[in-house]
């Protein structure tokens, strides 16, 4: 069983930046596809970037390509999202998950954390 944690949320001014990590246990995510979701109050959670099981491929939901960053290190066992410029509209429950495909294809994820409030002030 992959249990994961996120952190590094929190309260930040429009144009800050905050870095969240999602850290995995009981199993390695060196195979497995990692993801980053969000959902703001009222909305649809939506899938905001993945990234495949070496880290040499990503994706980005066109809201936040070119300001957030999505990376990883196997041997921690972790995942980052780097976000910059943020933007009252950032503001959600960010989530991360894993896939065990590997891939880009079609994110479907087997396991999800429980999720890091982000808030943006304008």
């Known amino acids: 069983q992959l249990h994961l944690v996120e952190s590094g949320g929190g309260l930040v001014q429009a144009g800050g930046s905050l870095r969240l990590s999602c850290a995995a246990s009981?199993?390695?995510?060196?195979?497995?596809?990692m993801g980053w979701f969000r959902q703001a109050p009222g909305k649809e959670r939506e899938l905001v970037a993945t990234?495949?099981?070496?880290?040499?491929?990503?994706y980005y939901a066109d809201s936040v390509k070119g300001r957030f960053t999505f990376s990883r290190d196997n041997s921690k066992n972790t995942a980052y999202l780097q976000m910059n410029s943020l933007k009252p509209e950032d503001t959600a429950v960010y989530y991360c998950?894993?896939?065990?495909?590997?891939?880009?294809?079609?994110?479907?994820?087997?396991?999800w954390g429980q999720g890091t409030q982000v808030t943006v002030s304008s």
């Open positions: 998950a894993a896939d065990p495909s590997g891939g880009l294809g079609y994110f479907n994820p087997d396991y």
């Open positions: 009981g199993r390695t995510i060196s195979t497995y596809a």
């Open positions: 990234i495949n099981w070496s880290g040499g491929s990503t």
